[in-house]
């Protein structure tokens, strides 16, 4: 089936500083992407929506300026969370959907980057 | 898309079937019906869909009313890898990304 690798699967790094996390479907071309947000014990909540080859829409409320997202290729999406600090700190997801796919079935997400910022 | 309405939690013993609910009375006609579960520290896992007929695959089974407006996910025997939240979520043909409620804490006893 559909696999979507994500990486780093944790990583900790200092306040002020960037991070990226990238998420590339390995045996499918995934037009659009979808990073969301987990904050413990708490739901996953779509930050933005990525399409390959133009501007990432972000949902409201989330800061396109601190969460930049590239989605350059049929199979890579980044996000960078620049200039961190510790209330970024969070489950991060994506999530992505097969170009020539059936909409009407599911998507397959990535494992989920474990950001802590100290 | 239409809301679903989960319990919290629920808990089931090792090797017995859990009988996962989810309501959705606003359910469109358009709308489908899938779960994914979400083991801990990991992504959500795709488990099953459907649309109005039952649908059986190696994880689960769903069962879904005739009026559309509440559904079952169905673990046969459940084991202690199957605990985890269970999401039960309505899109439509055309919608572009899934709307993640809170979901079931599905806990497994041996």
């Known amino acids: 089936g559909a696999v979507v690798s994500q990486h780093p699967s944790w990583v900790i790094c200092k306040s002020g500083t960037s991070v990226k996390i990238e998420c590339r479907s390995l045996?499918?071309?995934?037009?659009?992407m979808f990073w969301y947000r987990q904050f413990p014990k708490q739901s996953l909540m779509l930050m933005a929506t990525?399409?390959?080859?133009?501007?990432?829409?972000?949902e409201q409320g989330v800061e396109k300026d601190k969460f930049l997202i590239n989605h350059a290729s049929l199979t890579l999406s980044t996000l960078t969370v620049t200039s961190a600090h510790p209330e970024d700190s969070s489950f991060y997801i994506c999530?992505?959907?097969?170009?020539?796919?059936?909409?009407?079935?599911?998507?397959?997400f990535g494992s989920g980057t474990r950001l802590t910022v100290v | 898309d239409a809301k679903t309405t989960q319990p919290n939690s629920m808990e089931s013993n090792e090797e017995e079937p859990v009988h996962l609910p989810c309501n959705h009375s606003?359910?469109?006609?358009?709308?489908?019906i899938h779960w994914y579960r979400q083991l801990p520290s990991q992504g959500p896992e795709y488990v099953i869909h459907?649309?109005?007929s039952n649908v059986n695959n190696r994880m689960a089974s769903l069962a879904i009313a005739e009026d559309r407006k509440s559904s079952t996910l169905i673990l046969h025997r459940a084991t202690l890898r199957d605990a985890a939240v269970y999401y039960c979520?309505?899109?439509?043909?055309?919608?572009?990304?899934?709307?993640f409620g809170p979901g079931t804490r599905l806990s497994v006893l041996p």
């Open positions: 999530s992505a959907r097969e170009a020539t796919g059936i909409s009407n079935y599911g998507y397959t």
């Open positions: 990525s399409n390959e080859g133009s501007k990432a829409t972000y």
């Open positions: 045996d499918f071309q995934a037009t659009t």
């Open positions: 979520i309505l899109r439509d043909d055309y919608g572009q990304n899934f709307v």
């Open positions: 459907g649309l109005t």
């Open positions: 606003t359910i469109s006609g358009t709308d489908y």
